[in-house]
Structures are given as C-alpha cells and as structure tokens.
C-alpha cells in the first residue's frame, strides 16, 4: 500500500521559515519523481516544486524561487521543503505527490499518488 506522509507544517511569522517533510511508502523512491503542492482556502491548488528521481532536476513556481527548497534522501525515502522567508501568500495546505513518470512535474496529473497534506499558517 502506498503512503505518502507529510510533517513540519505549523504557524510561522512573516519572514520566517518551516521545513516538510514527506515520508513515501510502498514505492521505489529512488526512481519516483515528487513534487509539493499547495491550495489555500476557496483557492485551487498550485504547483510549488519538482525534483526528478535522481534530485538532479529541480523546478519551482516562480513565487518561490529563491526562497523554498526542495530536496530529497532516497536512502530513507523521504522529500523535504525548506520554505524561507515565508509571506501571507505561502499560506495554505501543502500537498507532497509521487509520479512514477513526470515530464515536467508541474501539472497535478502527472502525479499517482499524494499525502494528506500539511497546514502552514503565516502570520504577519
């Protein structure tokens, strides 16, 4: 059975930071491409950031560059999201997501398999 199991949401201030991590069982991690993804209240949902299989390819929303990172440890099958200088807009349920194949790894149905998501608040 496949699981995908997000942590490390919570409240920061603006300017602050948070880092997810999101825990993928039941899959090859190591040759699954992963993405985060975001929806914020009333919002629909939005790509943030890929990572390709091997963590050689990166891509992000244009709103994060610069600020969030994602990374992976296909040792312990784990994708991580350092978010830094978190603001208003970043609020919202982040989502990781499995693709057994990606493309681009920025359009939701590309992705298999997702989390459960993990709320991050900012405040100002």
């Known amino acids: 059975q496949v699981q995908l199991v997000e942590s490390g949401g919570g409240l920061a201030q603006v300017g602050g930071s948070l880092k997810l991590s999101c825990a993928v069982y039941?899959?090859?991690?190591?040759?699954?491409?992963m993405g985060w993804f975001r929806q914020a209240p009333g919002k629909e949902q939005f790509f943030v950031a890929g990572?390709?299989?091997?963590?050689?390819?990166?891509n992000y929303k244009d709103s994060v560059k610069g600020r969030f990172t994602i990374s992976r440890d296909n040792a312990n099958d784990v994708v991580y999201l350092e978010m830094n200088n978190l603001q208003p807009e970043d609020a919202a349920v982040y989502y990781c997501?499995?693709?057994?194949?990606?493309?681009?790894?920025?359009?939701?149905?590309?992705?298999?398999?997702w989390g459960q998501g993990t709320q991050v608040t900012v405040s100002s």
């Open positions: 039941g899959l090859t991690f190591s040759s699954t491409d």
């Open positions: 990572v390709s299989w091997n963590g050689k390819s990166t």
């Open positions: 997501a499995a693709s057994r194949f990606a493309s681009t790894r920025v359009l939701a149905s590309e992705y298999d398999y």
